[in-house]
């Protein structure tokens, strides 16, 4: 049974950082690409984030280029998202998925909230 387990959110005041995890199982981790999505309120989910399957290639959005960078550890089945100089614009649910382009399965974990304000 697949498996994401998000972590890391929290409230943060602008300009802050936070590191958020995602321990995945299920499946075998160090084969597939991981990625990390978000979802605002009001708004649909978008790929914040992609890193291939040993790191060599990694991809994001244009809007958080130079602010996040993702990284994985396949000996620990974990992905993660290093979150510096955080916007209020960044305030969603951050979830993982397998994949580099479009989630790979169709289960999804319970996320983590981050938030960003004053």
């Known amino acids: 049974q697949v498996q994401f387990v998000e972590s890391g959110g929290g409230l943060v005041q602008p300009g802050g950082s936070l590191r958020l995890s995602c321990a995945g199982s299920?499946?075998?981790?160090?084969?597939?690409?991981m990625s990390w999505y978000r979802q605002a309120p009001g708004k649909e989910r978008e790929l914040v984030a992609a890193?291939?399957?040993?790191?060599?290639?990694?991809k994001c959005v244009d809007s958080v280029k130079g602010r996040f960078t993702i990284s994985r550890d396949n000996a620990k089945n974990t992905l993660y998202l290093q979150k510096n100089s955080l916007k209020p614009e960044d305030t969603a649910v951050y979830y993982c998925?397998?994949?580099?382009?479009?989630?790979?399965?169709?289960?999804w974990g319970q996320g983590t909230q981050v938030t960003v304000s004053s």
């Open positions: 890193i291939s399957r040993f790191g060599a290639s990694t």
């Open positions: 998925n397998a994949g580099y382009t479009l989630p790979l399965y169709v289960y």
């Open positions: 299920g499946f075998t981790f160090s084969n597939l690409a």
